[in-house]
């Protein structure tokens, strides 16, 4: 197996999209079951599509992303649109198309294999619904494009927002496993290997974290909000956030853990969003949390203030990828600000 | 992220043994810490070296593909070899030869990085130590090379042999979470997908499974039994192993589990041998179990037999792959022989 790095050089330089690579995976039916199989996340979906059942009747529905096209088919059961766009770039339109067709709903939804910029219709939608959503990744640029070419003035964009939150937080079990391992393994000094652990296992983002409530250091913050209606392509080259915790008990400040909510606006004035949070609160969700280990943890008191800000950086190469820039002190001082920089790539 | 099918396309044809791809990867610090982290493993070496250290005394020892370099440190600390070969082709060697001195161990082990065809030594060695040991992935070549060149008449291999293990088993959760999981998922009829998720979940070995006793569907039998001593570079190309099961109760028969049995013979004459048994009825190791799916799972009821072969071919291009063939039927039934060809490839 080759690693990260070596798969990294591999990629040709002529497509800086490396959109062969990024829809090549949505072609692959493990991607599609992980989403399938996150409950949290169908299930809400499918309660969007239920509580909005009255005020779809009769719309046009674009479900961008549709990959095997469960909200398509979510759309055509429980509602009744007048017809729903499913648009996937990748070779799984021809199996979505079979689903449709198995589920007796091909009078309803009609299947595109189309990027999001190649894709014709005879008429703007009502409603954009983007089910491949994977907010800080940026297949984001792609569907601002579908938005301001198909989506009807006053149309409704699903999710309507989505807020990144963070929470600074300890992580002793896996600092435990990665870095303090090599103090007395077997008897052993190995510490001579922990600039090695520091370079491999913490300059990176670990996803698929679960961070424990009970790890959480204070309550968490939202630092960054996107508004789907408004959020423009060059809005995407710098994001940034602030942050302001306090500590509410004593402890070892090892990272910050993020994760996103989503928010799926009524159809109906006045009704309820639709949330779907991935924070440690809730069930998890296939995308779980994001840990940004510090490059030292801090020991920490109740009453501390941790502030400081957060800088996505749009990849000037390689426009799907990012870099996360994370400023921070304790109780203000400065001469401890710390500036972790974290290449942003699943 | 690339699939696995565009990474080995990705592979130069120039090097059908991919050197770069496998010892870069055991340049990497994961897989060293993976290994280190295995206590099982870890100890077992640790166990080998102390019920021999009386034996050791003045012996020279080659610890090949010795990573950090653990068992040669094991061995000069727990033994008094008069010298140790740790020999690491990978560029880990320079951490190797730190943590060697950090130990006070550079006047015993003496680090070479080197590959196992390029090792030159003043003298043949008492003892062959593999510490990155993994039988059926083939770097066995390069071992049995540095033993028939390096390791004195008479002179010790551990492990010493190695088997490996099949049993019939049931899988119920991996078939249900993906192949049972298309026929009904919210209400849905996702059947057309199941031959796309054959292909794509049941094709492949399934590594890192671990296998509950209770799922063994009778008891384990060794299949094929590799002597390190005797083994020769042509019998790599083929080993070929028969079967015959009692099924015990009945089941769901999913598909057939293996491991490995690594033995590690005493050098006093009548002791008993290490044994690493990463088997089911063990602590897991890293090296967890490989589950092989049938393509349809098959009744079986008590006092079935479930008899067969299984051939190991190495591949004649990829020199480190191989592919596996089960062959096999129930109570002796011709016309249900069953014929799968697995990949065999982390
Ligand atoms: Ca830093
Ligand atoms: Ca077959």
Redesign the pocket.
């Known amino acids: 197996r080759k690693s990260t790095a070596e798969e990294e050089e591999d990629v040709s330089l002529e497509d800086p999209w490396q959109d062969e690579e990024y829809f090549g995976s949505y072609g692959t039916l493990r991607l599609h079951l992980e989403m399938l199989s996150d409950k949290s996340r169908t299930e809400a979906y499918r309660q969007v599509i239920l509580s909005n059942s009255a005020s779809l009747k009769n719309k046009v529905v674009m479900d961008l992303g549709c990959g095997t096209g469960i909200i398509s088919l979510f759309c055509a059961q429980l509602a009744q649109p007048s017809l729903v766009y499913a648009v996937e770039a990748s070779s799984m339109a021809d199996y979505t198309r079979q689903l449709v067709k198995q589920n007796g709903s091909e009078e309803v939804v009609s299947v595109l294999q189309a990027r999001a910029e190649e894709i014709e219709l005879p008429e703007r939608v009502d409603v954009l619904v983007l089910s491949g959503w994977e907010t800080f990744e940026f297949m984001v640029e792609s569907v601002l494009l579908a938005r301001d070419r198909w989506l009807r003035e006053g149309g409704v964009m699903w999710p309507s927002s989505a807020a990144l939150t963070l929470v600074p937080c300890q992580a002793h079990s896996y600092y435990d496993e990665k870095m303090a391992f090599w103090e007395r393994p077997y008897g052993l000094d190995f510490t001579p290997l922990q600039p090695l652990a520091q370079q491999e296992f913490f300059t990176k983002p670990k996803f698929s974290h679960l961070v424990e409530p009970a790890d959480c250091l204070s309550a968490p913050c939202d630092v960054i909000s996107l508004d789907m209606y408004t959020l423009q392509i060059k809005d995407l080259e710098e994001i940034k956030g602030q942050f302001q915790f306090c500590v509410e008990k004593p402890g070892v400040f090892h990272g910050f853990t993020t994760w996103f909510t989503a928010h799926f606006e009524s159809l109906e004035t006045g009704s309820p969003p639709v949330e779907l949070n991935t924070g440690p609160h809730f069930k998890p969700t296939h995308w779980k949390q994001t840990l940004f280990m ?2 030292n943890p801090v020991s920490v008191c109740a009453g501390d203030s941790i502030s400081g800000s957060i800088v996505l950086h749009r990849n000037p190469v390689w426009r799907r990828h990012m870099t996360i820039t994370l400023h921070w002190n304790v109780n203000g001082s400065t001469e401890e600000t ?4 974290f290449p942003m790539w699943r």
């Not at 710390?338 to 920089?341: D, G, I």
């Open positions: 510090l490059d710390e500036n972790c920089k």
